[in-house]
């Protein structure tokens, strides 16, 4: 398996607070990814990143922000959490632009 | 505008039965493919992909895929299902040409329950 870790791996946070998920890789690849998943949209990208300091928004970038300061380490944060951000959130890297993605265990996150 | 369709929001078969799951999609050219699979509470797992070549393609967990490009349509077929096969199954593509723009679009999913 690729060396993906996701942290925290559950989050229950309240209305209107920032939460910060983290995506960790031993892969040393170039390309990094978030995506939410809810059931009947598949799986859609909010950011992703092709370098150190190089992110740039996905489908549903809307209250979501990213920073990646160092090849291994993509977070995401919720700037002031909603009800409608409750998802499960992957993290995948990549080697190569547009080849097979890796994706991590996932962050459910549930905003009450 | 790119999209993948996966026709079957949930299939059932029966243990021993063989398997196809849809998956057309719409791109400006002849995309890369790609067929995930997920269980419960886990991610994606990559069964098989497509880049070029040989348009049947060998999977892992004996799955296989066949492109066809006059039928922009990448299905995934197993001979015969086991039950622990019962997951969801993603179709995704992704350009050729990305640029700097590496993402994959998916399908929505189709579920997969494995009768006894």
């Known amino acids: 398996d690729a060396g993906i870790t996701q942290s925290p791996r559950h989050k229950v946070t309240e209305t209107g607070t920032p939460v910060t998920l983290r995506c960790h890789q031993t892969e040393n690849h170039r390309y990094m990814y978030w995506y939410r998943q809810d059931p009947g949209h598949g799986l859609r990208l909010i950011h992703y990143?092709?370098?150190?300091?190089?992110?740039d928004k996905g489908e549903v970038s809307d209250g979501y922000s990213v920073s990646r300061s160092k090849t291994e380490d993509f977070l995401l944060t919720l700037e002031s959490a909603t009800s409608s951000q409750t998802s499960v959130y992957f993290c995948a890297i990549s080697a190569k632009v547009n080849t097979e993605a890796f994706f991590g265990q996932g962050t459910r996150l549930t905003v009450v | 505008a790119q999209s993948v369709t996966q026709p079957d929001i949930h299939i059932t078969v029966s243990e021993g039965a063989s398997l196809e799951l849809r998956c057309n999609y719409s791109y400006g050219a002849t995309p890369y493919l790609f067929w995930y699979v997920q269980s419960p509470g886990q991610g994606l797992q990559l069964l098989l992909k497509y880049f070029s070549g040989d348009t049947l393609v060998q999977g892992i967990k004996g799955f296989e895929a066949e492109f066809k490009r006059s039928q922009s349509s990448f299905n995934l077929r197993k001979p015969s299902v086991h039950w622990s096969d019962a997951a969801e199954y993603f179709c995704?593509?992704?350009?050729?040409?990305?640029?700097?723009?590496?993402?994959?679009?998916f399908g929505k999913g189709t579920k997969l329950s494995v009768k006894p």
């Open positions: 990143s092709y370098g150190v300091k190089d992110t």
């Open positions: 995704a593509v992704g350009a050729r040409n990305g640029g700097s723009q590496g993402n994959l679009i």
